[in-house]
């Protein structure tokens, strides 16, 4: 069975529950659902709707908390592309809050560039730049 452990860091919960499953035999249970999630069960308000902050929140698997929303700053995408993300959707509320198609390629390009629909998307982007 293989499983990829996410984040920057990764979760110390999903760890033991990775390695509880791999003991068990079983598949781990860890989130499938975006960050935008855990800000709601925080608490916290959106920083695209509230601030105009372009954030990866939307397109991101959770996993970390929404530490950086916490803290009125956009997600990075540390915990990778969630299991079906609208990154074209997203990209086009990006555009709308006047973010310029080079940082649009840089945003993708963070800790997960090569995951495959941040990868696709960012060189989308860089084709607009040419």
């Known amino acids: 069975m293989n499983f990829e452990l996410r984040g920057c860091p990764i979760n110390k919960y999903q760890l033991l ?14 989130p499938a ?9 925080r608490g916290t308000v959106c920083v695209m709707v509230a601030h105009g902050t372009p954030c990866l929140g939307p397109v991101t698997q959770a ?5 950086c929303p916490a ?10 592309p969630k299991e079906t993300p609208n990154t074209a959707s997203l990209s086009a509320w990006w555009s709308r809050l006047g973010v310029k198609e ?14 495959e629909p941040f990868r696709k998307e960012s060189e989308l982007h860089e084709q607009q730049t040419s």
């Open 33 to 41: 659902h975006s960050v935008c999630v855990e800000c709601k069960r």
């Open 102 to 115: 080079q940082d649009l390629v840089r945003a993708y390009r963070g800790f997960n560039a090569f995951a």
């Open 63 to 67: 996993g970390c908390g929404a530490i």
């Open 71 to 80: 803290y009125h700053r956009g997600c990075y995408g540390c915990f990778g």
């Open 17 to 30: 529950e990775v390695v509880s499953a791999f003991l068990h035999g079983r598949k781990p249970n860890t």
